[in-house]
């Protein structure tokens, strides 16, 4: 039996036995380490995102719809950019990229002499945000 004056492991310099637990310690440590990691990479990756000196000046055009004149939301690695329509503004060319590989696909039917929907439905990929570039 203990007696409250048992020195209990770990204290006055005794070295505890590892147990389960231990590797339990050891595989949370490597997975908090390499969320530390990741979470610096994200931040460099958000900082060369913001301080790209590559910019370009693009206006997003309005489209139909009440969505089509509210502003487009562009995110890349993390880092969002809230962009205007109609309006210059200046972006990385990360953004100009993920706005050009935005796209949907919009189905329709071609129109008879009558202008009636006739034949099989066909398809094309569209901009999902029509955008314009400008020089400066």
């Not at 310099?13 to 147990?19: D, H, N, Q, V």
């Not at 790209?52 to 997003?60: C, F, K, L, P």
């Not at 099989?120 to 990929?125: A, D, H, M, V, Y």
């Amino acid at each position: 039996m203990k007696d409250e004056n048992d020195e209990v492991p770990g204290n006055e310099g005794e070295e505890m036995e590892s147990g389960p637990g231990d590797e339990v310690d050891a595989e949370a440590k490597q997975i908090i380490n390499k969320a530390m990691d990741d979470s610096v990479i994200q931040k460099n990756q958000e900082k060369a995102i913001l301080q790209d000196d590559d910019r370009v000046t693009i206006i997003v055009h309005n489209q139909e719809g009440a969505i089509g004149m509210q502003p487009v939301f562009v995110a890349v690695n993390g880092v969002g950019f809230s962009i205007p329509r109609e309006k210059k503004v200046r972006v990385p060319k990360s953004i100009v990229h993920a706005l050009e590989n935005a796209s949907e696909t919009i189905y329709f039917k071609e129109l008879d002499d009558d202008g009636r929907p006739h034949g099989p439905t066909l398809s094309r990929e569209v901009r999902r945000f029509p955008f314009s570039t400008y020089n400066a």
